[in-house]
């Protein structure tokens, strides 16, 4: 049974920073592409960032780039997400998630095992 464990989500002033982390268990980590999603409230769900099961391509959202940095540890089946200057307007839910295709422009349909969310909130 796959799981999707997301930690690192809380409460931030604007201009602050946080890593979240993912841990997935019960696929083979090394094999999946991973990335991390977010949803605000009476928004769609949007992609944040990706990264190739191998590491060397990674896809950042226009409206992260510079400021997130997305990791994975093999060893570890984690990825990270380290947010810095952190914006009122990135405050969501996040979500990670795994799949087995990489695309350059990321589609949620391709993420077939999803976490149950870790809420981040930047207040102004």
């Known amino acids: 049974q796959v799981q999707v464990v997301e930690s690192g989500g809380g409460l931030v002033q604007a201009g602050g920073s946080l890593t979240l982390s993912c841990t997935v268990s019960g696929l083979t980590f090394n094999d999946y592409t991973l990335g991390w999603f977010r949803q605000a409230p009476g928004k769609e769900l949007e992609a944040v960032s990706c990264?190739?099961?191998?590491?060397?391509?990674?896809y950042y959202a226009d409206s992260v780039k510079g400021r997130f940095t997305i990791s994975r540890d093999n060893a570890k089946n984690t990825v990270y997400l380290h947010m810095n200057s952190l914006k009122p307007e990135d405050t969501a839910m996040y979500y990670c998630?795994?799949?087995?295709?990489?695309?350059?422009?990321?589609?949620?349909?391709?993420?077939?095992?999803w976490g149950q969310g870790t809420q981040v909130t930047v207040s102004s």
């Open positions: 990264i190739k099961w191998s590491g060397d391509s990674t």
């Open positions: 998630a795994a799949g087995l295709l990489w695309r350059s422009l990321p589609l949620t349909d391709d993420f077939r095992d």
